[in-house]
């Protein structure tokens, strides 16, 4: 699985987001405040559905699947909220998922 953190994304960054995710909340949270972080996550579809239970259960943070070229080609994770936020449930993701799906 691969990760990222973008701190204070920019509006192409949010427009991209905003232009591969087909849920609604997630565009209207990026419409609707200013994002201060944001994490990605690529992988499985196993493993974006377990990293999105992980992120919202670490931190107030707001988690949602984005699609690829073609749905099944490329599977990412949204993980929208404050700096401190992203950044701890990234951590999770990635403490607890490493080594635990195969």
Known sequence: MKYSIIDR???GAQN???RKCFDKRLQDLIDSTKVESMGICQGSVLEIVVASDIAEKRGDV???ELNGTCPNHI???AVLGTTAAVKAAMKAIE???DGRIH
């Open 75 to 77: 599977t990412c994770l």
């Open 62 to 64: 707001f988690a949602g």
């Open 95 to 97: 403490e607890n998922l």
């Open 9 to 11: 994304p920019s509006a």
């Open 16 to 18: 991209i987001i905003k």
